[in-house]
């Protein structure tokens, strides 16, 4: 049985809602500094990553709503295959500057499918 299209979305918000909380009060220097939290926040990106790229597969429409996921679904692949050259910086970066935007769209998308 196919997946409810609105699971890879909650999927993907919880996952940034994990996000916005394992760093909340962090700096990048204690990002840098702190082997787990690095690795949650990678893992996190992973899952909304995957749970985007299949939502492409299940329902292209929705999946077109959610602006740059072509570019979340490639980071997830650099976070999975390119683990030894994960750029700490840019995770950081795109923590602090894309994934507020990227959770008010799946909470947005999330809301007009519940109407």
């Known amino acids: 049985m196919r997946r409810d299209p609105r699971a890879y979305l909650w999927d993907a918000l919880h996952a940034a809602e994990l996000l916005s909380e ?7 220097t204690h990002y840098q500094a702190d082997a787990m939290l690095r690795s949650a926040v990678e893992r996190q990106f992973e899952i909304i990553g995957e ?10 429409d929705l999946a077109a709503a959610v602006p740059e996921l072509r570019r979340i679904v490639a980071f997830r692949n650099i976070l999975i295959h390119g683990y030894a050259t994960v750029d700490d910086a840019l995770v950081w970066q795109v923590l602090t500057e894309k ?14 499918r519940d109407r």
């Open 22 to 28: 394992f760093t909340q009060g962090r700096t990048f």
């Open 51 to 60: 749970a985007l790229n299949n939502l492409s597969k299940v329902d292209a």
């Open 99 to 112: 994934r507020p935007g990227l959770e008010r769209t799946l909470r947005e998308l999330l809301a007009e």
